[in-house]
Each structure stands twice: as C-alpha cells, then as structure tokens.
C-alpha cells in the first residue's frame, strides 16, 4: 500500500514537499513514481527515481523545479517542489514498480498505485 502526503493550497512560487510512504513491500526492490492528473486530462508523468537512487527521471515541465529523492531506511520517496506554478495544480500519485526493464514514464509500467495528494496552486 502506498500513502501520499503533504499536498496543499498555495501560492503561485510557493513550494511543497510530496512523501510516499510504503508497507507490506519490500521498497528497496521497487522503482518509485510521481504522476500528476489535472481535472479533465489524462494523468502524466512527472518523475520517476529508479530503486538505488542512482537514477532519476523528470517531465520537462518539472525540470529544474522539482527533484525526487528517496530513503530506503525509511521506506519513503519524496518530491520537493519549488516554484510552484498555477499549472501545476493536480491530484498527484505515487507508484511503484517491480520490474527494471519497463519504462518509467508511463503509467502501464506501474504494478502499485497510491490514494492521491491534491495540489492547488493559486495565482
């Protein structure tokens, strides 16, 4: 199971901090996901951390502002967001995936997905 926090209101440059947190799994073994869905379109993909940490993934749309991090100790994986934008605002979702070879930018390759933490940005 796959718990998303810290999603909130705020202003347009403000900055958030997103966690997942997992159990039941062994985190360690899985490459994690940040996907985002505006109201009325189809959810994208935002950034993607591979299971070491050694490899990271991000939409142009994010890049520069966001960075995906992740502590295996603590079985979390966080996105820090920086200068938040109007467009921004979106239901985002963790997820996860067992399997290496599949690409980290689409939704198919995700087995495990989380509830969802909203983000409003105002203008």
């Known amino acids: 199971q796959l718990q998303a926090s810290g999603g909130g209101l705020v202003q347009d440059g403000d900055s958030l901090r997103l966690s997942c947190t997992t159990s039941g799994r062994t985190f360690s073994t899985l490459d994690m996901g940040w996907f985002r869905q505006a109201p009325g379109k189809e959810r994208e993909f935002v950034a993607a951390i591979n299971r070491s940490g050694s490899r990271t993934y991000y939409a142009d749309s994010v890049k520069g502002r966001f960075t995906i991090s992740r502590d295996n100790a603590k079985n979390t994986v966080y996105l820090p967001m920086n200068s938040l934008k109007p467009e921004d605002t979106a239901l985002y979702y963790c997820?996860?995936?067992?399997?290496?070879?599949?690409?980290?930018?689409?939704?198919?390759?995700?087995?495990?997905w989380g509830q969802g933490t909203l983000v409003t940005v105002s203008s």
């Open positions: 997820a996860a995936k067992k399997t290496y070879s599949s690409s980290p930018y689409y939704t198919q390759g995700y087995d495990y």
